[in-house]
C-alpha cells in the first residue's frame, strides 16, 4: 500500500496506536523481568518521542535511478546513501540526549558535543553508524569521551521516524521475495529473528529500518551456512521463548524469539533487551 495521507485525527490515533504498543511491549518484559524494568522504562519513553517525531519527518527525494531494484540482491537503499530528514533526526537526538540525562542521571555532554559540526559533516557521521565495518564513528566518540554502542542505540532511534517514514514510502514497492541475510530496505544484517509456530517459518529483523522478511529457518543470515551440522541452537532454563542460532562457520549469534514468546509484535530495540540477557545467561552457563 501507498502512504496515504489520513488527515490529523487518524494521525493522532496512529500515534496512539503506537504508543500503545510499545508499552505494552516494555510492561510485558517488565513483569516477566522485573530487573529490566528501568531500562524498558527509559527506552520505551524514548520510543514515545520518536513516535510524535514522525509527523515532522520530511524526507529528501530519492528518484528510482538511486534504488537497487529490490530483486537481485540490490537492497532498495545502501548506507552511506539511505534519505533521511537531517534537521529533524537532529532535534530529536538533543531531545533523547536530554531525557536520558535526566533519566538515567548520567552526563551526556559528550554525546551532546558529538553533532556539532557542520551539516555535511554530520550527515556522514550518522550515516556511517549503521556500517560495522566503518571507524569514523568510532573515531568522532573518542574524541569527545562516549561510548559508540550507547551512541549506536540512540541513533537508531533518532533516525527511527525518518527509516519508518521512508519503509512506509516504498511499502508497495517491497512486495516480492527477498532470500538474502540481509534488509531488502537498507542494506544491514538483522539483529533479531522470530518464529511463530513450530514448524513454521522465520523472519528476520532490521535493527535499523525494522523492516522484516522471511529467511530459510535453518540456514545462517550472516554468511549463508545451510549445513545442520554447522548451525547450534542454545537455550537457557530461565529465558524460555527465546534462544540464540550460532552459526559454527561464522561464529555469528542471532537471538531469536520462540513460538510462545508472548509479547506482541517485535519492537527491535525493546526485544534485543532479554536477548541480550540470554548472551549473558548462556556464556554464565558455560
Ligand atoms: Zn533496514
Ligand atoms: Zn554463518
Known amino acids: 500500500m501507498p502512504p496515504i495521507d489520513s488527515g490529523p485525527l487518524d494521525k493522532t490515533g496512529a500515534v496512539r496506536e503506537d504508543i500503545r504498543a510499545i508499552r505494552e511491549k516494555a510492561d510485558g518484559v517488565k513483569r516477566r523481568w522485573p530487573f529490566h524494568a528501568r531500562i524498558m522504562d527509559w527506552l520505551s519513553d524514548l520510543l514515545g ?59 551526556m555532554s559528550g554525546m551532546k558535543r558529538l553533532f556539532s559540526g557542520s551539516a555535511p559533516e554530520n550527515l556522514f557521521l550518522i550515516r556511517s553508524a549503521p556500517l560495522p565495518e566503518s571507524r569514523d564513528l568510532e573515531s568522532a566518540c573518542r574524541e569527545h569521551g562516549c561510548d559508540p554502542r550507547a551512541v549506536r542505540l540512540l541513533l537508531r532511534l533518532a533516525l527511527r521516524p525518518s527509516l519508518k517514514r521512508l519503509a512506509g514510502d516504498m511499502a508497495a514497492e517491497m512486495t516480492g521475495d527477498w532470500p538474502f541475510g540481509y534488509c531488502p530496505l537498507c542494506g544491514v544484517p538483522p539483529s533479531l529473528a522470530r518464529i511463530d509456530r513450530e514448524g513454521g517459518g522465520r523472519r528476520l529483523y532490521c535493527p535499523w529500518c525494522e523492516t522484516a522478511w522471511s529467511y530459510p529457518r535453518r540456514s545462517c543470515p550472516f554468511c549463508g551456512n545451510h549445513d545442520h551440522e554447522r548451525m547450534e541452537y542454545l537455550f537457557s532454563e530461565t529465558e524460555e521463548g527465546l534462544r540464540l542460532d550460532l552459526c559454527r562457520s561464522c561464529g555469528q549469534l542471532l537471538p531469536t524469539l520462540e513460538a510462545g514468546w508472548p509479547i506482541g509484535p517485535v519492537i527491535p530495540v525493546l526485544d534485543e533487551i532479554p536477548a541480550s540477557h540470554l548472551i549473558l545467561a548462556i556464556q554464565a552457563q558455560a
Open 49 to 107: 518521542e520518536t513516535v510524535r517525531a514522525g509527523a515532522r519527518v520530511r524526507l529528501p527525494e530519492s528518484g528510482p535511478d538511486m534504488r537497487g531494484d529490490g530483486v537481485s540482491g540490490h537492497s532498495r537503499f545502501t548506507w552511506p546513501d539511505v534519505p533521511l530528514d537531517l534537521d529533524s533526526t537532529l532535534s530529536l537526538w538533543v531531545d533523547l540526549t536530554d531525557r536520558s540525562e535526566r533519566v538515567m542521571g548520567r552526563d
